[in-house]
């Protein structure tokens, strides 16, 4: 028998006009009568967005763009194990309202290389972070909103918080998710502990092995389980699995997980950065902050005063119903009403 689906709620005490408009249009999303814009997502998509590729002194990335390159640009953040079709109808939808959706492929991924054969295949947080300020720098571009879930999201949240001039806007999928990697790492619930087998694994050579023979297999397994309400089709994972063939997929993932859990060295260029980040910064730039409530990773946590403090602007804090792990793909209007919302309030 299946378990009812929770409501969508915000976990805010009172909210302004404004944010009651913008919990109705999720809570309409998350039970499937967000179709109308769903609908008009499908008709901008049918407009195959412009396939680029930029050059920055570490990387050639690749990535798409949609909407009117004049528009107001919102560079949009992927994560792990997944690409930049995670985006395609959120970015239809932003486009459609007049702005430049920028979906770049992270390190690692797709059609983005690593411009010297010799250069170490890192992926710390702060190298994350940091081309997503090497890509805007390329593109010429000196402000942006920017979102992002899992690497994605902690990629927006590190822009956002060391670069608060050039974010106008963050639109945070999974929360305050920056790390302090300095620190020894502290052993979480039974529960949660058993949800990260992937990272436990990837941290032997055994590991390293696995990923390099099942790459698709295990990541089609974390697509399973972190969004276990989404049905998705065999199609829609193999079109991303693609981006999985990347030469340098395993050695960034590798170096990723073993990195935060202090069995793998950092980038010496960004020891500075990782002492910051290790502080815990503030968000100080306008966000909302989305969670998927049926995310197989964890339920979403509790709001607490400690993560209010370290969003000083958020304008928002919703949980949406039927929707796991990959919330652009399971409730694209939810998420593109969330980043409508930022950016009209936010000029």
């Known amino acids: 028998m299946k378990r009812p689906k929770p409501e969508a709620q915000s976990l805010q005490p009172a909210m302004p006009h404004s944010r009651r408009r913008l919990l109705k249009t999720l809570v309409a ?66 486009a459609g309202k007049g702005y430049r959706a920028i979906v770049p492929y992270l390190r690692g991924y797709g059609a983005t290389r690593f411009r010297d054969p010799s250069s170490p295949r890192m992926a710390q947080q702060a190298a994350i972070g940091q081309d997503v300020i090497d890509l805007a720098d390329a593109l010429g ?36 998710t920056i790390q302090d990697t300095l620190a020894p790492p502290q052993p979480a619930s039974p529960e949660r502990e058993r949800a990260l087998w992937y990272q436990w694994y990837f941290n032997t050579e055994r590991g390293r092995v696995g990923l390099t023979r099942n790459r698709r297999g295990i990541c089609r397994l974390l697509w399973d389980t972190w969004s276990p309400t989404w049905r998705f089709t065999d199609d829609t994972f193999n079109r991303t699995a693609a981006a999985f063939d990347n030469p340098d997929f395993v050695d960034v993932v590798i170096h990723s997980y073993r990195h935060r859990n202090g069995n793998a060295p950092g980038e010496p260029r960004f020891a500075d950065v990782e002492h910051r980040l290790a502080q815990r910064p503030t968000i100080d730039v306008p966000s909302i902050v989305l969670y998927g409530a049926d995310d197989g990773l964890g339920p979403p946590p509790a709001d607490t005063p400690a993560e209010r403090a370290l969003l000083t602007a958020r304008v928002a804090r919703l949980v949406v119903a039927g929707a796991g792990h990959f919330l652009p793909r399971e409730r694209p209007e939810a998420v593109s009403s969330a980043m409508l919302e930022l950016l009209e309030k936010n000029r």
């Open 29 to 94: 999303g998350a039970l499937g009568s967000g179709l109308a814009e769903r609908r008009d997502a499908v008709v901008q998509a049918r407009t195959p967005p412009r396939t680029r590729s930029v050059q920055t002194p570490v990387l050639d990335i690749g990535f798409e763009e949609s909407g009117d390159a004049r528009g107001f640009p919102i560079i949009l953040l992927h994560g792990f194990p997944d690409d930049v079709r995670a985006w395609d109808e959120v970015a239809a939808s932003l």
């Open 141 to 176: 571009v000196s402000r942006f909103a920017v979102a992002g879930y899992d690497w994605g999201g902690r990629a927006a949240c590190i822009a956002a918080a060391l670069h608060p001039k050039r974010v106008r806007a963050a639109l945070l999928i999974g929360g305050y």
